[in-house]
């Protein structure tokens, strides 16, 4: 069992920077392929990054490629994403996932998901 707890949500201006962390607790989190998910208001969950169990792997939606990095630190049990040059669009519930395999844009894969933190860009 794996519980995420996120943190760094908050207000910013369009091409600002955030960076979110998320907190692991149980046993084996250096095995967990990680990933962030996204939902923002009337519209579906939607696939943000994802990082392999070394750190070595990595992935992006096209709409954060080159903007976002996804990071881990397996001693301190924490995955970041940091996101840079801000837009209105990028507005959402970002949510931190984990699952037990190879690092994956496929939402159906991870098995664990943290409550979530919200991150507003004004214009």
């Known amino acids: 069992q794996v519980q995420l707890v996120e943190s760094g949500g908050g207000l910013v201006q369009a091409g600002g920077s955030l960076r979110l962390s998320c907190a692991a607790s149980g046993r084996a989190f250096r095995s967990y392929a990680m990933g962030w998910f996204r939902q923002a208001p009337g519209k579906e969950r939607e696939f943000v990054a994802a990082i392999s169990w070394s750190g070595g792997t990595t992935y992006y939606a096209d709409s954060v490629k080159g903007r976002f990095t996804i990071s881990r630190d397996n001693a301190k049990n924490t995955v970041y994403l940091q996101m840079n040059s801000l837009k209105p669009e990028d507005t959402a519930v970002y949510y931190c996932?984990?699952?037990?395999?190879?690092?994956?844009?496929?939402?159906?894969?991870?098995?664990?998901w943290g409550q979530g933190t919200q991150v507003t860009v004004s214009s």
């Open positions: 996932v984990a699952h037990g395999g190879w690092a994956t844009e496929v939402i159906r894969e991870y098995e664990y």
